[in-house]
């Protein structure tokens, strides 16, 4: 790719200063466009040292309104960014709708810098790209714009580039050891960019390749190249917004909830559950005290060894989540876990990708978040509320599971739990609840609307647990109709998942 750019384009100052008239106050109602619309962009710079990135960016952000935008200089993983998933600190800061976010380098570090510098093995190369690539497409498919860009200069510009800055105290500060290393092996380097840009070249997320020697055309290159990908989103945007009242009726139609009507048909895990299984009062305590002793000790080896754990808890309303928790924590040194109740989102957490507030949330090596309601709510709630479209909570599937596969391949132990009770146990605990003015406040109007979609929950859910129930991230069913039995489970399971991990 790299071996066909005609590197000798120039751009004329008169020429380049008449397209900046003109792009210039483009890009900048195209801002005020993309806030209006709720359109999220990202902007990707990467490319080699010295082709001008910093001052193409300076250039690109000339027009707009500072408010709008944030720009993110990529250096060398922090310690605290180091503890957490490869992806996270790229998730953290991706943009809510109607805002911008630039990369001064970006994910791209850890397959070409990281790379050269020989800190992965090949087989981490290849997974790296596989989650880059997931990683775009579950962005650019919930909306966002994702423009990449690769400035590209020869070895012969970049030298005389890195000479200039060593010669000015000012500016020597700016060339590293590490970029004149580069420099020196610039065929290898470039190499391995070419392999970055092909492996991750795609529909949804394509390169752009920027001739960077002449800097004005490398900046009405990049002008012309956001201009037109945002205008195109605006316009497709626009188009979608006109049609919205036309197509109200079927989109309705894609959103509501419609059983099947052969339910003969249908694959069911629930159903299958044995809601018998019970423990007495002194059988409960004797294995909690035993269980809870053997999690004092995992979680301290969990910390020692820096593995990270993130549990999922879902289930019916009233089914026993908190109570499992409570047991689950009790042995825990609480600076080592945190329990992350999900509610309806925020007004912030709705302006970003569904996925946005639970990556915030996942632990770092050693600690362990356990989720009271989980990233599930995309194929549950939302699915039969009708909260996003068909085509959303459908492709949300793969979206959970390439999450759950970044999660476990970063090493850690990835749980989700299913707490099983039967329509009848669910109706006694409610009515418990109501009748209890210390435990009034856990039932709410919406808890007995729920449980007149009961069928449509039970759908939903054998559905959900085929679909996302993998080697690395399992679903268990806890049979939840004896309490004791289900916190017993709930700590087993969790015992046995650590102890495997540490025989390893």
């Known amino acids: 790719m790299l071996e066909q750019i005609n590197l000798t384009k120039k751009m004329e100052k008169s020429v380049y200063q008449e397209k ?30 010295a082709s001008g990135k910093g001052l193409q960016i300076s250039k690109l952000i000339y027009p707009l309104d500072p408010r709008g935008f944030q720009v993110f200089a990529i250096k060398k993983a922090t310690e605290e960014e180091e503890m957490h998933p490869f992806l ?21 570090r850890k397959v070409s810098v990281d790379r050269f510098e020989n800190k992965i093995s090949r087989e981490e190369l290849l997974y790296a790209y596989q989650e880059i690539n997931t990683f775009e497409r579950t962005l650019t498919d919930d909306g966002t714009v994702l423009i990449k860009f690769f400035l590209h200069i020869s070895q012969k510009e970049q030298k005389k580039r890195f000479d200039k800055l060593l010669d000015s105290k000012e500016t020597a500060w700016r060339v590293s050891k590490e970029d004149l290393k580069r420099n020196k092996e610039y065929e290898r380097y470039k190499a391995m960019n070419e392999e ?16 960077a020697e002449d800097r004005r055309f490398a900046t009405a290159k990049i002008y012309a190249t956001v201009v037109e990908k945002l205008s195109e989103k605006v316009a497709a ?59 004092e000790i995992l979680h301290s080896e969990l910390y020692r060894q820096r593995i990270p754990v993130v549990l999922g808890f879902e289930g019916w309303d009233a089914g026993g989540k908190g109570g499992a928790i409570k047991r689950l924590t009790e042995p ?16 912030t957490e709705k302006s970003h990708h569904y996925l946005w507030r639970f990556w915030k949330a996942m632990p770092k090596d050693g600690h362990i978040t356990i989720f009271d309601r989980t990233w599930y709510g995309r194929v549950m709630v939302e699915r039969i509320e009708g909260f996003c479209t068909r085509e959303e909570w459908q492709r949300a599937y793969r979206e959970i599971n390439d999450m759950e596969a970044h999660l476990a391949h970063s090493g850690a132990i990835v749980l989700k739990f299913w707490m099983q009770i039967d329509k009848d146990e669910q109706e006694r605990r409610f009515k418990e609840r109501m009748e209890n003015p210390e435990k009034q406040w856990k039932i709410t109007d919406e808890d007995w609307r729920n449980r007149e979609k009961w069928d449509q929950y039970e759908e939903a859910v054998n559905e959900m647990i085929i679909k996302t129930s993998t080697s690395y991230a399992p679903w268990i069913i806890v049979e939840g109709n004896n309490k004791y039995y289900a916190r017993i489970k709930v700590l087993e399971s969790v015992v046995n998942a650590i102890e495997e991990r540490l025989k390893k």
């Open 88 to 108: 996270w600190r790229f998730w953290t800061k991706t943009p809510e709708k109607g805002r911008m976010a630039i990369f001064d380098t970006s994910w791209y």
């Open 332 to 347: 825990m040194d609480p600076r080592g876990y945190l329990v992350s109740p999900t509610a309806s989102p925020t007004p």
């Open 237 to 295: 945007k626009r188009e979608e917004l006109s049609l919205a009242e036309e197509k109200k009726a079927v989109r309705e139609e894609k959103t509501a909830w419609h059983p099947k009507e052969d339910k003969e048909l249908d694959s069911t895990v629930l159903s299958k559950v044995d809601l018998s299984l019970a423990y007495t009062k002194e059988e409960y305590k004797e294995k909690l005290k035993k269980l809870q002793d053997r999690m």
């Open 196 to 211: 970055m840009l092909e492996k991750t070249e795609s529909e949804y997320a394509p390169w752009t390749i920027i001739e």
């Open 20 to 49: 900046m008239e003109v792009m210039e106050p483009q890009l900048a109602k195209l801002q005020r466009e993309c806030k209006a619309l709720g359109i999220p962009v990202i902007l990707v710079f990467e490319g080699l040292g």
